[in-house]
């Protein structure tokens, strides 16, 4: 049996935020663990419906759950971002409401996608200092990507802003304009690998394959069916930045904020935080050599200290919700959050 709560908090330019904390019926000895999502999806990324979550097994580890909607959230009013503005106002936030509540004076983290590469430039310019560890799925900060996937960002993206603001797998089921319905179109025409339109129009947004984030062999029929309501939209904004990203191979903020460096790669880390890397073999959203060359910038600065997984057979979000990643994945992240 779990409890959950809903504890509202602005982020540091003032924007609503939230924190979804989940206990258990036993203590939680381990402290505070903050779980952080990616783009156009929401905190219960982490709790789909599956017999064992990665929060139930966080929960039966001892830990403090925390699950973070931040400004990329589908549960959140929609609005323009870019990974600066989560590393600078909305991660150091949440991580002092976090502190706050519990009393504890440092937590670990579990960060996804652009929940991993806006809270990785957070960590290494310096302003997560109370975050001791951080264990990153897909990618942190260098970006390499299918060249498919690399043609539509850098190639396809600069053509859409005339149409739209915002890309969104949900038009698979929810229209938003012409332009949804053609590209809805278009995606039935060409990605056929099931009947799930929102699952078809995840991999055209997010990756190349079919699918691109995940496996179907990897998933219960009951996750691929949640997963329709699970995905909205992304904007423009973000979409470009990380096209700067994947020209230059590693996270370039956008030079607007100046608590970020310019360039995040041309010096050591400023964090003690451990990064532990994980990426699946199969990642087709993220190529496995995005974690290779961040653990090879981490291990020169920092020899030995960082870690890095490469997961056979697993890709990109069935790295969480898999039906077997409750013994494939969770034990490598629990053993390495209580590292």
């Not at 496995?288 to 961040?294: F, G, I, R």
């Not at 997984?309 to 697993?314: A, N």
């Amino acid at each position: 049996m779990m409890d959950t709560e809903i504890i509202p908090f602005p982020a540091d330019d003032g924007l609503p935020l939230n924190l979804v904390h989940v206990t258990g019926p036993g203590p939680a000895p381990r402290g505070p663990v903050l779980l952080v999502h990616g783009a156009g999806v929401r905190a219960e990324l982490f709790r789909p419906p599956l017999p064992r979550t990665l929060v139930d097994a966080l929960l039966e580890a001892g830990w403090d759950v925390w699950m973070l909607n931040w400004r990329a959230s589908i549960d959140l009013e929609p609005v323009p971002w870019t990974l600066d503005e989560a590393a600078v106002f909305d991660h150091p936030a949440a991580v002092r409401t976090v502190l706050a509540a519990t009393g504890a004076s440092d937590l670990v983290a579990f960060v996804h996608c652009q929940g991993s590469t806006s809270f990785t430039m957070a960590a290494v310019a310096g302003l997560l200092p109370q975050v001791r560890t951080i264990v990153s799925n897909s990618v942190s900060l260098h970006v390499r990507l299918p060249p498919a996937s690399q043609l539509k960002i850098t190639r396809l993206l600069p053509l859409l802003g005339g149409y739209t603001a915002a890309l969104s797998p949900r038009w698979g089921y929810k229209s938003d304009g012409y332009f949804s319905r053609t590209v809805r179109a278009a995606v039935r025409l060409t990605h056929r690998e099931c009947d799930n339109t929102v699952c078809r129009l995840v991999s055209f947004t997010y990756g190349a394959g079919r699918p691109a984030l995940w496996s179907h062999a990897q998933l219960d029929t009951a996750t691929h069916d949640w997963l329709a309501g699970e995905f909205g939209g992304a904007p423009l904004s973000f979409f470009r930045q990380m096209a700067r990203c994947a020209r230059t191979g590693y996270l370039v903020p956008t030079g607007t904020l100046e608590q970020l460096p310019r360039n995040l790669v041309d010096h050591p880390p400023a964090t003690e935080a451990r990064f532990v890397l994980l990426s699946g073999t199969e990642n087709r959203c993220f190529l496995p050599a995005s974690q290779q060359l961040s653990h090879r910038f981490l291990d020169h600065h920092r020899p030995g200290y960082d870690a890095l997984h490469l997961l056979p057979g697993y890709g990109h979000l069935d790295v969480i919700f898999g039906k077997n990643a409750w013994k494939d994945t969770y034990p490598l992240i629990l053993k390495e959050l209580a590292s």
